[in-house]
């Protein structure tokens, strides 16, 4: 909540006039107590989480040979697109509900803010780029503990159920599983306070990745192949693929940390191993074509 009780008032402690993002701010938090406006997060989540997803869950549906599927034998029924969601849902809500309530005082000490001035566009942007370095790191290392034998079995092994990942299983997880990921997005706030804008952008950039590394499709046109390190859905994908004995790609999103410890191995064998199946099958082709003219050829002599 502000500590102003109009717009002039505000204006006076900044000292300038409001820009038009400060007095729209201004108008929708001026009465919403702070705490309030924390547990936004969780409707953001479950808002770009329903959004992002009901696309490519249509597109896995309405099209017999989806272009682009990385696993194109394996889909989803619709009876399993609808339990995932419900499930999914139901886990932001419960888990995020109960982690934005207990969380706030946390908040108020890591000193983010909800008043005036807004952060600046720059501020912002370095703001979410630590953040999702942070991620990155703390996100691999749960990772790599929820694939210990106990913790993989009593809890990440539900995120496991789809070894085909898609849309609306992103964030489909025991409910520990959803804590971990929460404590490791916070874990960048927490180093670098920020504003509850830039909190909230990031929730929604935090939930449209974790949306697109499990989509299940491998777009040419996606603009996150021009990221550096960025893993996206072909690396995810392969972790899913083999499951519970997966030892590579633990990284969220950027891949330095499989890079740094070694466990991108065997994600690069198998690269290396569709390279070769697929070099090996251009040159059978050629050859059965080579044949083919020879053949042609030899019956018109």
């Known amino acids: 909540m502000l500590p102003y009780a109009t717009a002039a008032e505000a204006e006076a402690a900044l000292g300038r006039v409001m820009t038009r993002a400060e007095s729209a701010w201004f108008r929708y938090s001026a009465a919403v107590p702070d705490h309030l406006l924390f547990c936004h997060t969780v409707a953001i989540l479950l808002l770009v989480y329903t959004l992002a997803a009901l696309p490519l869950s249509l597109l896995e549906l309405t099209t017999s040979t989806p272009t682009y599927k990385l696993q194109p034998r394996t889909r989803p029924t619709p009876s399993i697109l609808i339990r995932s969601y419900l499930h999914s849902a139901r886990a932001l809500l419960l888990s995020g509900g109960v982690l934005s309530l207990f969380s706030y005082p946390t908040v108020k000490l890591l000193r983010i803010r909800a008043g005036l001035p807004l952060p600046s566009a720059g501020e912002l942007a370095a703001q979410l780029a630590v953040y ?29 159920r789809f070894n085909a990942p898609f849309a609306l299983a992103a964030p489909y997880a025991h409910w520990t599983d959803v804590l971990f990921l929460g404590v490791a997005a916070m874990a960048g706030p927490a180093l670098v306070p920020c504003h509850m804008i830039t909190l909230w952008l990031w929730f929604l950039v935090f939930q449209l990745v974790l949306v697109e590394t499990h989509c299940g499709f491998d777009f040419p046109f996606n603009p996150t192949k021009l990221i550096p390190f960025y893993g996206g859905a072909e690396h995810h994908d392969y972790h899913h693929l083999v499951g519970e004995k ?56």
Do not use: M
């Open 246 to 301: 997966s030892r590579s790609n633990f990284a969220p999103v950027f891949t330095y940390c499989d890079y740094l410890y070694g466990t991108d191995k065997g994600y690069k064998y198998h690269k290396a191993s569709q390279a070769k199946l697929t070099k090996e099958k251009s040159e059978n082709n050629v050859e059965k074509g080579r044949s083919s003219s020879k053949i042609n050829s030899g019956k018109q002599k």
């Open 132 to 160: 999702q370095l942070v991620n990155d790191y703390a996100g691999y290392w749960f990772h790599r503990l929820l694939h210990t034998p106990w913790a993989y079995q009593h809890v990440h092994r539900v995120h496991h």
